[in-house]
């Protein structure tokens, strides 16, 4: 199993952070981890499996959230040592970190939260590697102190991810310069294609978003030499409990890959 970022970061490829966006249930995210495992592994990409344990940002109270805490990262755990592969997901509040801690071998901070310092510190001091979303109000610049803050604390164990940045209202945009400018600050650099493709405050409460564009939004970022990916995929997308609108479709994911694969080695 991958444990270490430097592992991540071995051979020519760039690494990938892929799932569900939320566990809806144990089978459906064993099912998904399988295909993806087939793909990466074949591919050679270093794969991490993501799946949100609950959903603390929604803009209903209706909106689903979760199966329950400990049933989800019951959940992420069997994912973890059916396949032996590394899990990832969000994490809220600081108390949540050392619980959390105990399923998973990376823990992402969400883009909201990447100011948080307590949150940042009790990430830290778990050990584990600690994925900050760049906040869709922040310059790349400003990561390097959400950055600074886990190594302080103790923890040199840090990757940044782009997600967009709010443009007016409805819409985000990806500046691309923003990817060597972190990586500048000598943790590798995510890109979150699909959620960079969110439209969010809609009018209904249910966030919105392009996915008819992750293709294209995924090769630019391995073309400006992003050291990882991060995509959510479901079998379903319009039947998804969370982010739908923004998923790539499970069936879509083996020749994206394989087309981002040729262009990292075009670009070595």
Known sequence: MIKTIAELKQGDNFFLLAGPCVIEGEDMALRIAERIVTITERLKIPYIFKGSYRKANRSRLDSFTGI????????????????DIPVVTDIHTPDEAAMAAEYVDVLQIPAFLCRQTDLLVAAAKTGKIVNIKKGQ??????????????????????????????????????????IPLMQA????????????????????????????????????GVAVGVDGLFMETHENPELAKSDGANMLKLDLLEDLLQKLVRIRQSIL
């Open 68 to 83: 329950g805490d400990e049933k989800a990262l019951r959940v992420l755990e069997k994912v973890r040592k059916r396949f």
């Open 137 to 178: 109000f922040l310059s790349p610049e400003a990561m390097r102190f959400a950055a600074d803050k886990v190594v302080e604390a103790g923890n040199d164990r840090v990757m940044l991810t782009e997600r967009g940045t709010t443009f007016g209202y409805h819409d985000l945009i990806v500046d691309y310069r923003g």
């Open 185 to 220: 600050f000598g943790h590798p650099v995510i890109l979150d294609v699909t959620h960079s493709l969110q439209q969010p405050n809609q009018s209904s409460g249910v966030t919105g978003g392009m996915p008819q564009l992750i293709e294209t939004m995924a090769k630019a």
